[in-house]
């Protein structure tokens, strides 16, 4: 049994360390009104012992929004989650797919992958305290632990305590030799696990991540799948999610490049006022808004410089666009014939 083909597919932004904070996910919902937009990973010890406002701050336009928790202890899980709630989270995610060291050392992320009935514990306790869904992102296996038997046994777990909907990336982690940015792009790629999850438990959501960076995926899986993540494509090709938009959404209200780029000037002059916010804490996240496109290289060497001087403003963005313009104007400026 799988989904119709005609139906649309769950677009989602992956979570990204260090990527998409509010300011990035701002950014992207201008460009995707349908995608669903996901938080880093947030630990619980920094909800419960950090500023809490600060991490879970978010603008009212990222709507679907979940916050993904990273942690092993399921009550300190279930209290974050139900915070999460109360901000006015849509979704709460469990990481078990981070396999970065540190996250190793904290007990969470990948590696609980090998405690399937720990997570099933912990799923329940997110569950039991809110009212939203609840996910997880994970791997199709850890290390040496990389058969279909696995994976099925760690979903069966979680789905048994309740849980509904998984995000699997379509690649196995090393949890040890490998960096975590070897990890998304040394082991290789096995949608067939994902959809064989899938076929085995047509009534969960399934959602792939790992490798999505053109339509041609997404179409050619579609009706196998419930979703697609989209990954590092998002963040260096911002635009693709325009493109999706357009090829399955239908959508033919799409804003263009120059549009977003100011509406992202009023973006920051808002976030400056009112919280201080230094403008290049937000152009960081749109070097990638003209990808592949005349003028690009001048759009990023100017956000790339001018934001960092000092008492840099959001007038920085005018003038990227001013310098892409001038440079598109150059390429395409006819060449004068010498007589």
């Known amino acids: 049994m799988t989904q119709d083909y005609n139906s649309k597919p769950e677009i989602s932004v992956a979570p990204m360390m260090g990527w998409t904070n509010k300011h990035c996910r701002y950014f992207h919902r201008l460009i995707s009104p349908n995608a669903r937009l996901y938080t880093e990973m947030i630990t619980t010890g920094a909800l419960l012992h950090g500023d809490t406002k600060r991490f879970l701050r978010f603008n009212s336009s990222e709507h679907p929004i979940a916050l993904q928790l990273g942690g092993s202890d399921p009550t300190d899980l279930a209290i974050c989650s139900k915070i999460g709630q109360e901000y006015g989270y849509d979704e709460i995610n469990f990481n078990c797919g981070c396999p970065s060291d540190r996250v190793q050392n904290g007990r969470f992320g990948a590696c609980l992958m090998k405690e399937p009935n720990h997570v099933a514990k912990c799923i329940k306790a997110i569950i039991n305290a809110v009212n939203i869904p609840v996910t997880i992102k994970c791997r199709i296996g850890i290390d040496e632990h990389d058969s279909i038997e696995f994976l099925d046994n760690f979903i069966s777990n979680s789905m048994n305590s309740g849980c509904k909907a998984f995000i699997l990336h379509a690649r196995k982690a090393w949890l040890n030799g490998l960096s975590p940015k070897q990890n998304r792009e040394i082991p290789p790629l096995n949608y067939e696990r994902v959809k064989a999850i899938k076929e085995k438990y047509p009534h969960l959501k399934i959602i792939l991540n790992g490798g999505v960076t053109n339509i041609k995926t997404i179409q050619e899986h579609q009706g196998n799948l419930d979703g697609f993540m989209i990954g590092r494509e998002a963040y260096s090709n911002p635009y693709f999610l325009a493109e999706i938009e357009r090829v399955i959404f239908n959508n033919t209200n799409i804003l ?82 010498v007589n």
């Not at 919280?275 to 592949?292: A, D, M």
């Not at 000092?310 to 892409?324: F, G």
């Open 256 to 337: 263009s490049r120059e549009e977003i780029a100011l509406a992202m000037i009023q973006y920051a002059q808002k976030e400056a006022e009112k919280y201080g916010t230094p403008i290049k804490s937000i152009t960081r996240h749109i070097l990638g808004l003209y990808h592949h496109q005349s003028g690009a290289k001048a759009w990023k060497r100017t956000l790339s410089t001018l934001p960092y001087e000092e008492n840099a403003t959001c007038e920085v963005i005018e003038k990227a666009l001013k310098a892409q313009k001038n440079q598109q104007n150059l390429c395409t400026k006819p060449l004068q014939s």
